[in-house]
C-alpha cells in the first residue's frame, strides 16, 4: 500500500470512529490540516486574529457535519471548502458593517493588464533566504497586496500542494482559471520580491538572479 493510500485508509477510519462516537479522534483527524485552514483563511481576512477564528469555527462545523462528508473529494479539499466560505462570510459581515471594502467590482481585474518586470517563477528564490525572518515578513508583505482572487490560488496552488483541479474545486471555479490566477500571481509575487529583500536574495551580498532568464 502506498503512502498516500495508507493516509487515506487511516483518515477514513478516523472518520470512521467519530461517526461511531469516538469524538476525540476527531483531533487526530483535523491536526495535521490545522496549518492549512489557517493559512487560507489569512489569504482572505488578512488578519491572524481573524483568521484563527474563521478556523477554529470551520473545524466547529466540520465536525457537527461531518456525516454530510461524501468522500467524493479528500477530507482535506472538503475542509478547506468549509473554512473558505467561513472566511467569505465573515468578510462579508465586515464589509456590511463598513469595517473595510476588499471587494474589487465583478468586472474588473486589476492584474488583468499587468506587465510583469521579469519572467521567473517567485518559488525560484532559494528557501533558505526566505526562511529569515524579515524575508519571511517580505514574503508575507508581498502576499498581502495580491487581490484575493490571486492569493487564494497562489496559497493553496504553491504553499499547500493542492493540485489544479483541487484548487478550481475548493474556490468553485475553472481549471484554466486557475491557471490563468495562479500565473499572474506568481508574476506579481516575484517582481514584488525581487531583486530580494535589502537589494539582495541573501543581505549582505551583491544580488545576483538565481537562474539565467
Do not use: C
Given at each position: ?10 483518515e477514513?477510519?478516523?472518520?470512521a470512529r467519530v ?5 476525540e ?6 491536526r495535521p ?9 489569512w ?14 469555527d470551520?473545524v ?14 479528500s ?5 478547506v ?15 456590511r ?9 465583478a ?19 532559494p ?18 497586496r495580491?487581490?484575493?482572487?490571486y ?10 500542494g ?11 471555479i475553472?481549471?484554466a ?10 508574476l ?26
Open positions: 500500500m502506498t503512502t498516500a493510500a495508507k493516509s487515506h485508509s487511516e477514513l477510519a478516523l472518520i461517526l461511531a462516537g469516538d469524538n479522534a476527531f483531533y487526530d483527524l483535523v490540516h490545522e496549518r492549512t485552514l489557517y493559512l487560507t483563511a489569504g482572505i481576512l488578512r488578519s491572524e486574529a481573524d483568521a484563527e477564528d474563521a478556523a477554529q470551520a466547529l462545523k466540520a465536525f457537527l457535519n461531518l456525516k454530510q462528508f461524501r468522500r467524493e473529494s477530507f482535506k479539499t472538503w475542509l471548502q468549509i473554512v473558505i466560505n467561513e472566511a467569505l462570510a465573515r468578510r462579508r459581515r465586515a464589509n458593517r463598513g469595517e473595510e471594502s476588499l471587494d474589487a467590482p468586472d474588473e481585474d486589476p492584474a488583468a493588464d499587468y506587465i510583469p518586470k521579469d519572467v521567473a517563477d517567485w518559488r525560484e528564490i528557501s533558505e533566504t526566505l526562511a529569515r525572518r524579515e524575508l519571511r515578513e517580505a514574503l508575507q508583505a508581498a502576499l498581502l495580491l487581490d484575493e482572487k492569493r487564494s490560488v497562489l496559497i493553496l496552488r504553491d504553499v499547500e493542492f493540485n489544479i483541479e483541487e484548487t478550481a474545486a475548493i474556490l468553485g475553472s481549471q482559471n486557475v491557471k490563468v490566477r495562479l500565473l499572474r500571481a506568481r506579481q509575487m516575484r517582481d514584488q520580491l525581487a531583486p530580494g529583500f535589502d537589494g539582495a536574495w541573501t543581505s549582505g551580498e551583491p544580488y545576483r538572479k538565481v537562474r539565467s532568464w
